[in-house]
């Protein structure tokens, strides 16, 4: 069911997951994780939509967003945080000594991981800001992902940065496995960035966590993503 012009996955983690494991080892496909600066993004974003469309699949990354997504009648079996589905995926490539990609993190996030996940081999490349404007730094960095033949690609240049180069990486071929457009979610497996404690998860306030973790970053962004998509939802809401 498509709902605010995304086709979402109705699965389970573990049924998402057990795919995941089977695409490790075919060609280059990703993973993008929606949320409301997402549906935001794909109002006005045409290079965001075309790279939405383009992902092998489209999972609810929020709580907060997922009963909105049931009332709409989107038939999702459950959200799954883009920060839990990387959790799980690194634990995986740790007990099968995978060979990651990790595009994006400073050097003391990729120290912690090698020293948290010791069986995977790291790949790492941290392109400049406004990389994604910069036909030569993107030619860089798909080369790099194309280069090192990892079972795992994980994009951590915040959307829609993330989610373009993933398309980009589609695009051009040459690349395997599989690529989560994964925002911060390193950052919180390195320790670097506190996560919410589960009672917060659970009670769909890992928003409010992070917002007051990072005041600076994030107040403006989600009061202007809280009223931007107020006439999305009323115009879903008319479609219907």
Not at 29 to 53: C, G, K, M, P, W
């Amino acid at each position: 069911m498509n709902v605010f012009g995304i086709d979402f996955y109705q699965g389970q983690q573990q049924d998402l997951i057990a795919e995941l494991i089977i695409l490790s080892s075919a060609p280059f496909s990703y993973t993008v994780t929606a949320n409301v600066n997402h549906i935001v993004l794909l109002d006005h974003d045409e290079r965001f939509r075309q790279a939405y469309q383009h992902a092998r699949h489209r999972i609810c990354d929020s709580r907060v967003l997922f009963p909105l997504l049931q009332r709409f009648k989107a038939e999702i079996a459950e959200p799954i945080p883009g920060s839990t589905l990387t959790r799980s995926m690194m634990l995986i490539a740790q007990d099968r000594r995978w060979p990651v990609t990790v595009l994006g993190c400073e050097e003391d996030v990729i120290a912690s991981l090698k020293i948290n996940y010791p069986s995977v081999t790291f790949y790492h490349y941290n392109p400049p800001m406004g990389f994604i404007d910069n036909p030569a730094e993107v030619d860089r960095c798909v080369t790099f992902i194309q280069k090192h033949e990892a079972r795992m690609t994980v994009f951590s240049v915040g959307s829609p940065r993330q989610e373009i180069l993933a398309a980009e990486v589609l695009k051009r071929g040459g690349a395997t496995g599989v690529g989560i457009c994964a925002g911060a979610s390193l950052a919180f497996l390195s320790g670097k960035i506190k996560r919410a404690p589960v009672w917060m998860q659970r009670l769909s306030l890992e928003w409010l966590h992070r917002l007051l973790t990072e005041p600076k970053r994030l107040t403006r962004r989600y009061a202007m993503d809280a009223y931007r998509i107020l006439p999305i939802i009323a115009r879903q809401f008319r479609d219907r």
